[in-house]
């Protein structure tokens, strides 16, 4: 059965830390890592990734992608308490896609 | 900048009654979904909807559930007969093409059956 992994969960941090959200993945019929930014709402998107070992950067943001790992992280330097939100790992499959559970992300001042 | 919308916001039902969330795509798209989250949950898919039809469905997308692009704008989920357990956030997205795997989503429906 396909399945997106997130971790961790929650994680509590200050301002200016550096953190690192991973996501694992098996999923048939692979196109596509995407990252998504829920904050009170509907997600808004922040990256896709298809091809291993190449870094997006957005920013403070980053990800990469490794196929042969079925994993992917995100990273976030310097945070501010404005990346406090839960970050959605969704992985695309032929014509549907898979959300993990999150990790909530909250960056205290 | 585009946008993809829904309406309504929020909508209170009773438990049996048949509810209409309307989505109107960005306007150039040509992939359609619905998902939905329960509150505290993750996000599901529930189904995509390509060249007027259902492409792909999920294990929750039963028989109580239809979409339909009734007209050039609109893409709307029908829920025939809701159950309490039907109470989620429910988000529509759209998708340009084929090459473009980012979805857009819209700020979602709160339906709460009673």
């Known amino acids: 059965e396909d399945k997106v992994v997130q971790s961790p969960l929650s994680l509590v941090v200050h301002e200016g830390d550096t953190v690192t959200l991973n996501c694992s993945y098996e999923v048939t019929n692979f196109r596509s890592l995407l990252w998504y930014k829920q904050e009170k709402k509907a997600p808004t998107f922040l990256f896709m990734l298809t091809s291993s070992g190449i870094e997006k950067k957005s920013g403070r943001l980053s990800s990469i992608l490794d196929k042969k790992e079925l994993f992917s992280i995100l990273n976030i330097t310097a945070t501010q308490t404005g990346d406090s939100a839960v970050y959605l790992c969704a992985v695309e499959a032929l014509d549907d896609m898979r959300f993990g559970a999150g990790t909530r992300l909250t960056v205290k001042p | 900048e585009p946008e993809v919308t829904q309406t309504p916001s929020h909508q209170v039902t009773q438990m049996g009654q048949e509810v209409i969330l309307r989505c109107v795509p960005i306007s150039n798209h040509l992939y359609f979904y619905w998902y939905r989250q329960i509150l505290g949950q993750k996000v599901e898919f529930l189904v995509s909807?390509?060249?007027?039809?259902?492409?792909?469905k999920s294990e929750i997308f039963d028989d109580q559930f239809s979409v339909e692009r009734p007209d050039g704008s609109n893409f709307t989920l029908k829920i025939r007969s809701t159950k309490l357990e039907d109470s989620a956030m429910y988000f529509c997205?759209?998708?340009?093409?084929?090459?473009?795997?980012?979805?857009?989503f819209g700020p979602g429906t709160r339906l709460t059956v009673t």
């Open positions: 997205a759209s998708r340009a093409s084929s090459g473009s795997y980012e979805q857009y």
């Open positions: 909807f390509y060249n007027n039809e259902i492409s792909e």
